[in-house]
């Protein structure tokens, strides 16, 4: 335990960066790696993982299942996220007043419970403009009338 303790200054001593040094880079973790762009390749031509087995056999005498080869073309076939998605901008929202602060033990009353449940639905409703109304319907004895006759 003595070789893995920190110096004093809190920094790897000379020591402990020999071993971190000396330690080889890992090999690749899957034996399709060194095949990974022709696998890859292969996919964006529309070749079937079956037909990519055949080919992989054939051409470079590497035996593997149609599940992991189907398994690294998924999980190898994605692109990394290397910087998050931008956030699309939101809509303006309308301006609420806030809700009043509640204790930690105390119940809301069923109107309270229903001002907050409404004050969260309209943070996520966008401001729209009120739709036009439909003109409302009025009864015209004289054509209702004259339909009926014919």
């Not at 390749?41 to 189907?70: E, F, M, N, T």
């Not at 602060?101 to 729209?128: D, F, T």
Request: charged share 35%.
């Amino acid at each position: 335990m003595a070789a893995c303790e920190r110096s004093p200054s809190g920094l790897m001593d000379e020591r402990l960066q020999q071993i971190f040094d000396s330690v080889p880079a890992e090999e690749p973790r899957s034996r399709l790696d060194p095949y990974r762009e022709l696998i890859l390749r292969w996919r964006r031509q529309g070749k079937s993982h079956d037909r990519i087995r055949q080919l992989l056999s054939d051409k470079c005498g590497v035996k593997v299942a149609y599940g992991p080869l189907y398994r690294y073309v998924q999980r190898r076939s994605r692109p990394r996220q290397i910087q998050p998605e931008v956030e699309t901008e939101q809509p303006a929202m309308k301006p609420t007043e806030p809700l009043p602060p509640v204790s930690p033990g105390k119940r809301l009353s069923a109107e309270e419970r229903a001002a907050q449940v409404e004050y969260l639905r309209s943070l996520n409703k966008p401001e729209l403009p009120e739709p036009p109304k439909p003109p409302r319907f009025t009864f015209d004895p004289d054509k209702s009338r004259s339909n009926r006759k014919q």
